[in-house]
């Protein structure tokens, strides 16, 4: 039985609010909100905390469409497609019907992909329970293939950032032999435990946005549409047509916040290339087509049930915003995985209420007064981000009662974070294989050490043959995806030049 009260609701709430805030604000994201906010856990139960943080997520994937309509701009990158027919009918008058559109759509999403994590993730962590540990190795294995290799379509920095990250997770203490490995004698006693999370995830999601909005000049140079000049208002008719659009996109959505490190762009992009497609009018989409809106953000808000399916049934976080989350269950001394619902199926009912309260509270918050929400792309970035870092440096000091070391790590990982940004390096395979490095090795150690160290234990058992198969056909997969991009981009430079 769930004990919610006022201080649930009132943490959903504000949890909804910062994160529409956030999403709003170009250059800060859903992952950001939370990895901001993540120290604040400390004060609360796990249970409390969870309206928070599902508040963040759901806030934070919604609010991504109002600069999207209003500005052209995606507030995250989920929203990137949101745009191609938002702006069009922002510019013609008809800015807050397509933001009641886009939040209407959104809300379907976020339901439907609730719905499919109901109904999904207990029987996947079911056949997940008969795992050993050469399985779960490989499982792990298969998640670093599939982020690594879906990476922004190229497969090679995608792999090198996965393993990087498994290598950072490696610093600190064997346990085995209890010794000191990666670390000089200066910081072994800082190090004896490895880098702790919570510093490397401020690090990784927000001191690197802010590093690179910072170096753009955080000028304030954001133009909205002009929301008192609303040639046509919004009807629900307007949703007339649109049922199979909704729920195509949705799935679609879902699907691919199941698969980890693929990410909200993707799921946007496909489901609006598929409504196309799909479409008897297709020449209207980027003109202003509401087809293309709701496709667009049914589609991304999808990913915020879907990207959990995988992190609640086998430990794989399907997106960055879920690894954070993966920090939080950490940090509360709960392990996520096959066992999860088995053993917190208090936690398990608290998630899904959560997510049900967060999807209708965001509904509320933006459909109604959508005019005053929008002003908030205006709020200058100057003056917002001195405050973030002030939160960031509080949180990272905090983390372990006070440790200066937690400070420079922040730095450490924000500075290594925005050097992967300038040398085109992904963050998120980066951020995965620190998480699941440590499990990946206890895995590995554990299955070889009850066969006297022979590798044949990983190519013996009728499921490890299905998971090879799974890790085989999606770095062939990828090997194509790199090439099939190649040529394009070939053509294209060609078609240039001609």
């Not at 859903?30 to 004060?43: R, S």
């Not at 497609?81 to 922002?90: E, L, N, Q, R, S």
């Not at 915003?321 to 939080?328: F, M, R, S, Y």
């Not at 770095?475 to 040529?487: G, H, L, Q």
Request: charged letters at 10%; one cysteine or more.
């Amino acid at each position: 039985m769930i004990d919610f009260g006022l201080l649930h609701l009132l943490m959903a709430f504000v949890g909804v609010v910062v994160g529409i805030v956030f999403g709003a604000l170009p250059g800060m994201t859903a992952t950001m909100a939370i990895a901001v906010f993540l120290p604040l856990t400390y004060a609360y139960d796990l249970h409390v905390s969870l309206f928070l943080l599902l508040g963040l997520y759901v806030g934070g994937i919604s609010g991504g469409l109002v600069p999207a309509i209003l500005v052209n701009i995606p507030g995250t990158p989920s929203s990137i497609c949101t745009g191609f027919d938002g702006y069009p009918m922002a510019k013609r008058g008809e800015a807050v019907r397509a933001l009641r559109i886009g939040i209407t759509a959104s809300l379907f999403g976020g339901l439907f992909s609730l719905l499919l994590l109901f109904l999904f993730t207990p029987p996947l962590a079911r056949v997940a329970l008969s795992f050993s540990s050469v399985e779960k190795f490989l499982i792990i294995l298969f998640a670093l293939s599939i982020i690594a290799a879906l990476s922004k379509g190229n497969m090679v920095t995608g792999v090198f950032a996965g393993f990087l990250g498994v290598f950072f997770s490696l610093i600190g203490q064997f346990a085995d032999n209890n010794k000191m490995r990666m670390v000089p004698d200066f910081l072994s006693v800082d190090l004896r435990n490895g880098f702790q999370l919570l510093p490397v995830l401020i690090g990784l999601f927000a001191l690197v946005q802010i590093l690179q909005e910072a170096e753009g000049g955080m000028r304030d140079d954001a133009m909205g549409a002009d929301l008192s000049r609303e040639v046509r208002g919004f009807r629900f008719s307007d949703f007339k047509g649109q049922v199979v659009n909704l729920f195509r996109s949705a799935f679609i959505g879902t699907f691919v916040g199941i698969l980890p490190g693929v990410g909200g762009s993707a799921a946007s992009l496909l489901s609006y290339s598929q409504a196309k497609n799909f479409s008897g009018r297709p020449e209207k989409y980027g003109t202003g087509c509401v087809d293309g809106l709701v496709a667009s953000e049914a589609a991304n808000n999808g990913l915020t049930g879907g990207a959990l399916i995988p992190l609640l049934s086998l430990g794989i976080p399907g997106d960055s915003t879920t690894a954070v989350l993966v920090g939080a269950f950490m940090l509360q001394g709960v392990q996520v995985g096959p066992l999860f619902i088995t053993n917190n199926l208090d936690l398990w009912h608290v998630i899904l209420s959560a997510l049900l309260l967060c999807n209708f509270l965001m509904f509320f918050v933006m459909f109604y007064p959508i005019k005053y929400i929008a002003s908030v792309i205006k709020l200058p970035k100057y003056r917002i981000f001195p405050v973030i870092i002030l939160l960031c440096v509080i949180g990272a000091y905090s983390s372990r009662n006070g440790n200066m070391f937690d400070v420079w790590t922040m730095l450490f990982f924000g500075l290594l974070g925005y050097f992967f940004v300038k040398i085109k390096l992904p963050i998120v395979p980066f951020l995965i294989g620190f998480i699941l490095g440590k499990d990946l090795e206890k895995y590995f150690v554990d299955s070889i050490k009850g066969v006297g160290g022979s590798l044949s234990v990983f190519f013996t058992r009728p499921m490890g043959w299905v998971i090879w198969g799974l890790i085989v056909a999606s770095i062939a997969w990828a090997v194509y995806d790199s090439k099939r991009e190649a040529r394009r981009a070939a053509a294209g430079n060609g078609g240039a030049q001609a």
